[in-house]
């Protein structure tokens, strides 16, 4: 062993500095060509491996768009087809027998489980699956209610839901169906939100915004449509009201209500609100988001109010 050692120390003794050099860089080139070889097969490797993700991704992304073109197709038709059934006058049992009905139509277009069709409609919750809520659920809340409601009228989908324990994932297709009965619509903002929020704090200002909530629902019936729109924004559907005359009284029970309910800690200062007001009779065929338009020049009105007020607009 120590005869290899001294024979090729002595060797490289032999040779000349030049041709050390030389062989020191002949062995540089030769690493570097190996390590080039691997770049390029790791980058090879790489690129192959990012060409099968982006396929795949776009493929997922192509067939979860054909489902969803196919959602919005039977919700759009599905809906229409409700609103046809409520004006021609549809009986309690005849509504979610249809929605049974293309609960099944959807499972075969999709071919997958869905959710079902479902819905809450004249102040009932409605369900094809036969689902039953429970006690105290409240479907005004519900993210796909909120999500149809700011959509106007238009289809829209509501954010993927993601089931831990399933490993399942949700994305709801939803659209608010048009007014089928003539009545009263109703826009209302809380008066100076921000100045209550700086003032006494955001603690406040939810219970500021509770206190409305539970002001509509004693100032209104199971059958009205009550919506909270966002932020300080309500808006109230009252089915068969249709002139000024029969609007009044609700809307003063409502403004008296949520001035008894101002939460203490405002001290002198009361909850006012600004609402805009206007009616939807049974021959029109306008949008929802016509009537919102029409509330909404009416809420900006009443903000020149010092307390609660209601512009009536036509």
């Not at 490289?12 to 041709?19: I, K, P």
């Not at 006690?135 to 149809?148: F, I, K, M, N």
């Not at 988001?289 to 036509?314: I, P, Q």
């Amino acid at each position: 062993m120590s005869g290899r050692k001294f024979g090729y120390f002595s060797m490289l003794r032999a040779m000349s500095w030049r041709q050390v050099c030389l062989c020191a860089l002949f062995c540089l080139m030769l690493l570097t060509l190996i390590g080039l070889n691997l770049y390029e097969l790791m980058r090879l490797g790489t690129e192959s491996a990012y060409h099968n993700c982006e396929n795949s991704y776009l493929l997922a992304s192509r067939e979860l768009g054909e489902y969803l073109r196919v959602a919005d197709k039977a919700i759009d038709s599905a809906s229409r087809r409700i609103e046809e059934m409520r004006d021609g006058g549809a009986t309690p049992e005849e509504l979610p027998a249809y929605m049974t009905r293309e609960t099944g139509n959807l499972d075969s277009l999709i071919a997958g489980p869905t959710t079902g069709v479902y819905g809450y409609i004249d102040g009932v919750y409605l369900d094809g699956t036969g689902w039953t809520p429970q006690e105290g659920y409240d479907p005004t809340q519900r993210p796909w209610y909120l999500g149809a409601t700011r959509a106007y009228g238009n289809v829209t989908h509501i954010p993927p839901f993601d089931n831990m324990q399933t490993g399942s994932t949700t994305i709801t297709v939803c659209k608010m169906l048009a007014a089928g009965r003539g009545g009263l619509f109703l826009l209302m903002d809380v008066d100076k939100f921000k100045s209550v929020n700086d003032t006494f704090g955001h603690e406040v200002g939810d219970k500021v915004l509770i206190a409305i909530a539970n002001a509509m629902r004693a100032s209104f019936r199971k059958q009205d449509v009550i919506m909270r729109l966002g932020g300080d924004e309500f808006a109230v559907y009252v089915p068969g009201v249709y002139d000024e005359a029969t609007a009044e009284p609700i809307i003063k029970r409502l403004f008296d209500r949520i001035y008894e309910d101002s939460p203490p800690e405002l001290g002198e200062r009361k909850i006012s609100v600004s609402v805009g007001a206007t009616f939807y009779r049974d021959n029109d065929r306008f949008s929802f988001s016509d009537l919102y338009k029409k509330a909404d020049a009416g809420t900006y009105e009443s903000k020149a109010f010092a307390t609660s007020h209601v512009t009536f607009c036509r």
